[in-house]
């Protein structure tokens, strides 16, 4: 390592951070790039499954609630690319290297939506594993990125919110409606577990050693377990894991989570893979006109 | 073309800057930077900048050793135990 880059990793492991026009080692540069583009396409796919249910939302109010989460996620999605295009990849590059499967986005948005359980599951689970990620992202060494951070955690706080709501609406209905959030958390449970990537200490970890992260998988595993299972359980929910428990110690043991399912479905061979890039694909292509027209404006 | 966002949270405040928007005119940039810096009411103002006018500055030379203007350009102890004795006096509070 040259003593620039030894210089660049001493200052951004004392917790110093880098803005657009500094010099950084150009593996840095292809490390965030490639890590934040991937929480771009994350957002941009994470609405599908969400918009799945804008039109069967049990009411006005939901469906409203819902139609605005499907925006600010759209928006995350926009702030984020534009912080990538600052590194040097344009957006057209990142969508179009999204929806030939060259791109990478989050295990849990390859998964179909078959109830609304499951929309109330998303929000507030699948949000909390998020927002524990993106909260520890206020100090990734890539200042810019750190910045829109602030407003996607403010954002998904209300989401949070939303998907207990829903769930609460739920678990206080009828017995049906309770098994029907029960039999949602069955099939989530394994992906969210799987949701904060393999038990690869924090020291050997590429991603903690520029600091674009600050926090080891197996840590954000913890705290959502240490957040979420007890308001889970608050609720007379059971959590589909025998072997999950609180050890004295405060460390969470489970059963191992399904390394090679979350292997397979990031690679695009999850249940609703192919069918979400082929959304994406077509109104690429079938929205280019209106790119073309504002961006000549 | 790129407009940088700087945004004020409530009357009085500082704007610090929020992020970016790609717009063609500012009138697309007002338009997109409403939408996503405003619709929750939380932003007092906005200011958007072409990022071409922006201009930086992040070098600064301090050939001349300015350090009389900061306070750690003031050594006083020991000057002040030298009045102090002068004077037959002990700080104050001190007994």
């Not at chain 1, 904060?196 to 595993?221: C, F, L, Y």
């Not at chain 2, 992040?58 to 350009?73: I, N």
Request: aromatic share 10%.
């Amino acid at each position: 390592m040259d003593s620039r880059t030894q210089e660049f990793v001493e200052y951004v492991q004392g917790g110093g951070q880098v803005e657009v026009d500094d010099w950084m080692p150009d593996e840095y540069r292809k490390r965030a790039i490639k890590f934040i583009e991937m929480h771009g396409n994350s957002e941009l796919m994470g609405v599908l499954p969400e918009r799945e249910w804008i039109l069967r939302a049990p009411t006005l109010q939901r469906k409203l609630a819902l139609t605005a989460k499907v925006q600010d996620e759209v928006g995350h999605a926009q702030l984020i690319y534009r912080v990538v295009e600052d590194l040097g990849k344009p957006r057209e590059d990142c969508l179009r290297d999204l929806v030939d499967g060259k791109a990478k986005f989050h295990n849990v948005f390859h998964y179909p939506t078959q109830t609304w359980g499951d929309v109330g599951v998303i929000a507030w689970l699948v949000d909390a594993a998020a927002i524990i990620s993106q909260k520890a992202l206020l100090k990734c060494s890539y200042a810019p990125y750190a910045r829109i951070m602030k407003k996607i955690c403010w954002e998904e706080s209300f989401h949070i919110l939303h998907g207990r709501d829903v769930i609460l609406a739920m678990v206080t209905g009828t017995d049906e409606q309770r098994e029907l959030v029960q039999e949602s958390l069955n099939r989530w449970w394994g992906p969210l577990m799987q949701f904060h990537g393999t038990k690869i200490p924090a020291d050997e970890d590429p991603m903690v050693h520029w600091r674009i992260k600050s926090q080891g998988n197996e840590e954000a595993r913890q705290q959502f377990l240490e957040g979420y299972v007890p308001q889970i359980w608050e609720l007379g929910l059971t959590v589909p894991d025998p072997d999950l428990r609180r050890g004295d110690d405060g460390v969470w043991t489970y059963t191992e989570p399904d390394w090679d399912e979350l292997m397979s479905v990031v690679t695009g061979h999850g249940p609703r893979s192919e069918e979400r890039l082929a959304f994406r694909r077509r109104f690429l292509d079938q929205e280019k006109w209106v790119r073309d027209t504002v961006l000549a404006a | 073309m790129i407009f940088e966002v700087f945004r004020q949270e409530r009357k009085g405040q500082a704007f610090a800057h929020a992020g970016s928007i790609v717009a063609p005119t500012a009138e697309f940039a007002e338009a997109w930077a409403r939408e996503q810096y405003g619709r929750r009411g939380e932003s007092e103002a906005l200011w958007l900048v072409p990022r071409d006018a922006v201009h930086t500055v992040t070098d600064w030379a301090d050939e001349f050793d300015l350090k009389y203007r900061r306070v750690d350009g003031y050594s006083i102890k020991a000057r002040l135990k030298e009045a102090r004795e002068r004077a037959g006096t002990a700080a104050p509070g001190a007994s």
